[in-house]
């Protein structure tokens, strides 16, 4: 048997041509529940049906989930003697950042169903940024890089908040928008990476940053 793994951040559809030869050339593809992935299959042509795990050269198609989580299934059915063969296959991966998607999902379900966060202002979280920016740059005169990964997670969670809030405002904005306005930032301020620029030393580099940066202030 084979178990196609799925990631739940990736537009269904989007597999590897691996996983498509796969599914198209398999004797039978079952999936544990129906949902937009077995259904991006069928509209491919694939008979992908819901039920049990197939036999023989079968596709079994778990809920999408993390790759580690199908190989701890695939070997707990070996170990029980469900299956003496198995194959992962990985239909699509996470790309960088992907997970940042969860933390701006259950931000925004926090908002709706949890009483607390759904009476947070800007005014009201502005303590709790202060806050977490304190203990990130503790942490990091710590020397502690696990006690920095939790700070700068916390520091994100305020980042994320203020932005889910705002973009419940009209006109508002989102968290896309402020992705998207430090990315345009990052691209116009280094030029000797984005653009034609000859800036190569430290110097050279900082001192570009801030002529630009004011640029910019000054057409504001």
């Known amino acids: 048997m084979r178990i196609l793994v799925l990631s739940p951040r990736i537009p269904v559809g989007l597999m590897t041509a691996a996983a498509w030869d796969a599914v198209r050339s398999a004797s039978s593809v079952v999936a544990a529940a129906d949902g937009p992935h077995v259904q991006a299959l069928r509209d491919a042509g694939v008979d992908a049906i819901i039920g049990s795990r197939p036999e023989g050269d079968g596709i079994w198609i778990p809920e999408p989930g993390d790759a580690s989580w199908a190989v701890e299934l695939a070997e707990s059915m070996l170990d029980s003697g469900e299956d003496d063969e198995f ?13 940042f998607l969860d933390l701006v999902e259950v931000m925004r379900r926090l908002r709706r169903d949890c009483a ?3 009476e947070q202002t800007h005014q009201s979280l502005a303590p709790y940024l202060a806050e977490e ?17 939790e700070e700068l997670g916390d520091l994100l969670l305020q980042v994320v908040f203020h932005a889910v809030i705002a973009g419940e405002e009209a006109p508002g904005w989102d968290v896309d928008d402020v992705a998207a306005d430090i990315t345009e930032k990052l691209v116009r301020r280094n030029p000797h990476v984005f653009g034609d620029s000859t800036a190569s030393t430290i110097d050279e580099i900082a001192e570009q940053w801030e ?3 004011a640029e910019e202030k000054g057409r504001g």
């Open 87 to 99: 194959e992962i296959i990985s239909g699509s991966f996470d790309p960088p950042g992907a997970r």
């Open 116 to 118: 607390w966060t759904r």
């Open 133 to 149: 920016s304190g203990e990130a740059l503790e942490a990091i005169e710590s020397g502690d890089t696990d006690h920095l990964r």
């Open 211 to 213: 002529r630009i940066k």
